[in-house]
């Protein structure tokens, strides 16, 4: 399920949508190009493609930033973006960070909470 309420959800979504515009540029628009002579099917799905690219290097650089991650998880994510099926093999780690991130916030809800209540 595509979320944007996190910052870690965002990045998980944008980069299942760039995996797959990836794999509709390689496994799509590059044989149209190709093979059917119809060069626009990769003008439109790269441009779609390239957006996505770089809007999933700003919420990754968002995540170093702000949330203290290292340049290696970074890096990790750009080396992921650029092979097909790349993104997908990083969706374990990104849900995993994701649900540690939700727990922190419900914590720290909790936590104020419980101070204000008392």
């Given at each position: 399920m595509?979320?944007?309420?996190?910052?870690?959800?965002?990045l998980?979504s944008?980069?299942?949508?760039?995996?797959?515009?990836?794999?509709?540029?390689?496994?799509?628009a590059?044989?149209?190009?190709?093979m059917a002579?119809?060069?626009l099917?990769v003008?439109i799905?790269?441009?779609?493609?390239?957006?996505?690219?770089?809007?999933?290097?700003?919420?990754?650089?968002?995540?170093?930033?702000?949330r203290?991650?290292?340049?290696s998880w970074g890096?990790?994510i750009l080396?992921?973006?650029l092979?097909?099926?790349?993104?997908?093999?990083?969706?374990?780690?990104?849900?995993?960070d994701?649900?540690?991130?939700?727990?922190?916030?419900?914590?720290?809800?909790?936590?104020?909470?419980?101070?204000?209540?008392?």
């Amino acid at each position: 399920m595509l979320r944007f309420d996190t910052p870690t959800a965002r990045l998980r979504s944008v980069a299942a949508i760039e995996g797959l515009s990836y794999l509709t540029l390689l496994f799509v628009a590059m044989p149209l190009k190709y093979m059917a002579g119809f060069p626009l099917a990769v003008r439109i799905v790269g441009s779609v493609h390239g957006a996505l690219f770089v809007w999933g290097g700003l919420l990754a650089l968002e995540g170093i930033r702000r949330r203290g991650k290292p340049w290696s998880w970074g890096w990790q994510i750009l080396v992921a973006a650029l092979l097909p099926f790349g993104t997908f093999f990083l969706d374990r780690g990104l849900r995993a960070d994701d649900e540690s991130f939700r727990q922190a916030m419900d914590d720290k809800r909790r936590g104020s909470q419980a101070r204000t209540d008392s």
